[in-house]
């Protein structure tokens, strides 16, 4: 993925390669039978269902990728039950072995009591939330470190006006995940300056970013925040991934998600302008596809309206995000 040039210039992956990568897969997974947390059309009658955390098996499920063991053609148990396509099996092996590898170098370098998750409940910093544990397992079991039963330090940068049901799925992570959360106001620059002051201890905060996001094209997987904000690193792990990089791997390892996602929201900012992606709307009918039937990346944050113009839920008004990291 992301390499060094000789001179040690930092060269990020293409892009639109990457999409493609990520589309083919996420395609080879759609084709084989789903499991019951990616209905397409969830109702009611039909809930998501997801097996409790487990973080031996959390941890069990990633490393498979890493490391290629007993995976040949089959996914990991915690995975879909049936086969798993070639193809997604090797884009899972590439993004899973760059994001542990992103993680594994920032916990050797800070060590867990040194390192904070920033955490929103998006699609991208629940990826990154699974990738975390599992890490933090393995390296407790193989004494790399000492975290003991200690919770996650988390920073949760509430926006104004967000959606309860993003709330919601915040706390019932910290629940299933042994997250400590501190949950503070935004904007995230005075955010991250009040939750430094609270834990002096905190030298890095892995963010969920992608170098799809507003601003993030100039960054590097560990990366020190600018002049102004908290002397911190910031630590991307899945900043090389795609859109359908972030859902294949939410799909095949049954990661639980915000359910806003399985109502055609894509890009979650907040309420009163954020709509389902009109893109996913359903022909000849009411309601929308879940958000990771979308395909074209570029269409990712069309449900997000700018900060003075408030969303309408009619499928014509469309704009991109007004500046803030996708979630």
């Known amino acids: 993925m992301a390499n060094l040039q000789q001179d040690g210039a930092f060269v990020p992956p293409c892009p639109i390669q990457a999409e493609k990568d990520a589309n083919l897969a996420l ?43 007993t995976l040949g053609n089959a996914a990991p148990a915690a995975s879909n ?21 992103v993680l594994e170098a920032a916990l050797r370098q800070f060590t867990p009591k040194h390192l904070a998750l920033s955490f929103n409940g998006g699609k991208d910093c629940t990826v990154l939330l699974h990738l975390l544990v599992a890490v933090l397992h393995r390296g407790q079991r193989l004494g790399a470190w000492d975290h003991g039963a200690s919770a996650v330090q988390t920073v949760y940068v509430m926006q104004a006006n967000g959606f309860n049901e993003e709330h919601e799925f915040v706390a019932k992570c910290a629940a299933r995940y042994n997250l400590a959360v501190d949950t503070l106001p935004g904007p995230m620059q005075s955010a991250l300056a009040t939750y430094t002051n609270r834990h002096p201890l905190i030298r890095a905060v892995c963010v969920g970013t992608r170098r799809t996001d507003p601003w993030a094209s100039h960054l590097r997987p560990m990366h020190k925040c600018d002049p102004g904000w908290p002397d911190l690193v910031r630590v991307h792990p899945v900043l090389d991934w795609a859109f359908a990089d972030i859902w294949l791997f939410l799909l095949a390892l049954r990661v639980e998600y915000c359910v806003l996602y399985d109502h055609g929201y894509t890009s979650l900012g907040p309420k009163d302008r954020t709509v389902p ?48 990291a996708s979630a």
């Open 27 to 69: 395609d080879a997974l759609a084709a084989v039978p789903m499991p019951a947390c990616c209905d397409a059309d969830p109702t009611p009658s039909t809930p998501r269902l997801f097996p409790p955390i487990d973080f031996a098996a959390a941890e069990r499920d990633v490393y498979a990728y890493v490391t290629r063991t």
């Open 277 to 324: 992606n009109p893109d996913l709307k359903k022909e000849g009918g009411e309601g929308y596809w879940p958000a990771w039937r979308l395909r074209d990346s570029a269409r990712e944050r069309c449900g997000r309206m700018p900060a003075n113009k408030p969303a309408v839920e009619k499928g014509k008004e469309e704009a991109t995000a007004n500046g803030t």
């Open 81 to 101: 039950t049936t086969s798993m396509p070639e193809a997604a099996v090797a884009r899972l092996q590439a993004i899973i072995t760059d994001a542990v590898g």
